[in-house]
């Protein structure tokens, strides 16, 4: 304790000493240092509604996504329960890893308010020789059979999200919206000779209410961050769906107007749908990263410190 109230005197007699040589420092010593400081403070400041990416009206982005896949369906007759669940990846040969096109539009009501548009696509095919028996739609495809197979799927979202947190350089809110998904899948048996061939698919609209949270940050004059997840289980006439999604991105201004984003995005799907003659059954996940470009114009939406 005495150590302690030693060293607790001696620090004070220090720092006493260090004021008294500060005060000491003539005026015109003093003066063009903090000259000199303010204008590195002036260098790093700038005006956060002004930037020219930041808060615009509307924004416009394009780029590529790197999904990794997982995907399991069913699709039988409504009238047995014969059909068998297939992993698309193990069962039928499609590849996990695939390359797809995205694109975003996004227009700023007001302050607080935003109206975002998104569109996604993606198309894959694969042909094996079958390891077991499988039973999908009206046909049964014996083990050994080669078979090709196709699933086509098309997203479209439109979500309204409002700011409950709206400073210059940070928002946070609430969004709520639906995908919409148009889904295409079905297989082939490839004939031998003059053996016939046949094909069954199945496809389904499928609409899906979501809400979420959403959160926009500037981390500097160039840099930018945006982030969101959205969730919901709902059944809606012969649908019954849930949707699980979420983004992270990370923004760099290059010129102007002109950005690139780099991200990570992650959206996992379970339907169950009922048509006039077949059931299906889809769990879908895929996340990977996404690179995109991105365009901003029209005016500045004004922030407010207060």
């Given at each position: 304790?005495?150590?302690?109230?030693?060293?607790?005197?001696?620090?004070?007699?220090?720092?006493?000493?260090?004021?008294q040589?500060?005060?000491?420092?003539?005026?015109?010593?003093?003066?063009?240092?903090?000259?000199?400081n303010?204008?590195?403070e002036?260098?790093q400041?700038?005006?956060?509604?002004?930037?020219?990416?930041h808060?615009?009206?509307?924004?416009?982005?394009a780029?590529?996504?790197?999904?990794?896949?997982?995907?399991?369906?069913?699709v039988?007759?409504?009238?047995?329960?014969?059909?068998?669940?297939?992993?698309?990846?193990?069962?039928l040969?499609?590849?996990?890893?695939?390359?797809?096109?995205?694109?975003?539009?996004?227009?700023?009501?007001?302050?607080?308010?935003?109206?975002?548009?998104?569109?996604f696509n993606?198309?894959?095919?694969?042909?094996?020789?079958?390891e077991?028996?499988?039973?999908?739609?009206?046909?049964?495809?014996?083990?050994?059979?080669?078979?090709?197979?196709?699933?086509?799927?098309?997203?479209?979202?439109?979500?309204?999200?409002?700011?409950?947190?709206?400073?210059?350089?940070?928002?946070?809110?609430?969004?709520?919206?639906?995908h919409?998904m148009?889904?295409?899948?079905g297989l082939r048996?490839e004939?031998?000779?003059?053996?016939?061939?046949?094909?069954d698919?199945?496809?389904?609209?499928?609409?899906l209410?979501?809400?979420?949270?959403?959160?926009?940050?500037?981390?500097?004059?160039?840099?930018g961050?945006?982030?969101?997840?959205?969730?919901?289980?709902?059944?809606?006439?012969?649908?019954?769906?849930?949707?699980?999604?979420?983004?992270?991105?990370?923004?760099?201004?290059?010129?102007?107007?002109?950005?690139?984003?780099?991200?990570?995005?992650?959206?996992?799907?379970?339907?169950?749908?009922?048509?006039?003659?077949?059931?299906?059954?889809?769990?879908w996940?895929?996340?990977?990263?996404?690179?995109?470009?991105?365009?901003?114009f029209?005016?500045?939406?004004k922030?407010?410190?207060?």
């Open positions: 304790m005495k150590k302690l109230f030693s060293l607790l005197v001696i620090s004070l007699f220090w720092f006493s000493a260090q004021a040589t500060t005060a000491e420092i003539p005026a015109e010593t003093t003066l063009p240092t903090l000259q000199n303010n204008n590195l002036d260098l400041d700038y005006d956060v509604n002004e930037l020219p990416w808060a615009r009206r509307f924004k416009f982005t780029g590529a996504f790197f999904p990794l896949n997982n995907t399991q369906v069913q039988g007759r409504n009238s047995t329960d014969t059909a068998t669940e297939i992993d698309l990846e193990d069962d040969g499609f590849s996990k890893s695939s390359v797809s096109f995205l694109s975003t539009f996004e227009w700023r009501i007001s302050r607080r308010s935003r109206l975002g548009f998104e569109y993606l198309d894959r095919n694969s042909s094996k020789t079958l077991r028996d499988i039973t999908f739609g009206d046909h049964t495809y014996n083990i050994d059979a080669r078979i090709t197979a196709f699933f086509n799927v098309q997203i479209a979202r439109i979500a309204y999200g409002y700011a409950f947190l709206s400073k210059p350089k940070y928002e946070a809110g609430l969004l709520i919206g639906s919409v148009f889904v295409d899948l048996l004939g031998e000779g003059q053996s016939v061939e046949y094909r698919s199945f496809n389904f609209t499928a609409p209410p979501d809400v979420g949270v959403w959160g926009e940050f500037v981390l500097g004059e160039r840099f961050l945006y982030v969101n997840a959205n969730y919901l289980a709902v059944k809606i006439d012969n649908i019954d769906g849930r949707i699980l999604s979420y983004n992270l991105s990370l923004l760099y201004n290059v010129h102007k107007n002109f950005s690139l984003t780099a991200g990570y995005t992650g959206l996992n799907f379970k339907i169950d749908t009922v048509r006039e003659r077949l059931n299906g059954y889809l769990k996940g895929y996340n990977g990263p996404t690179l995109t470009a991105a365009y901003t029209g005016n500045h939406v922030l407010y410190k207060h």
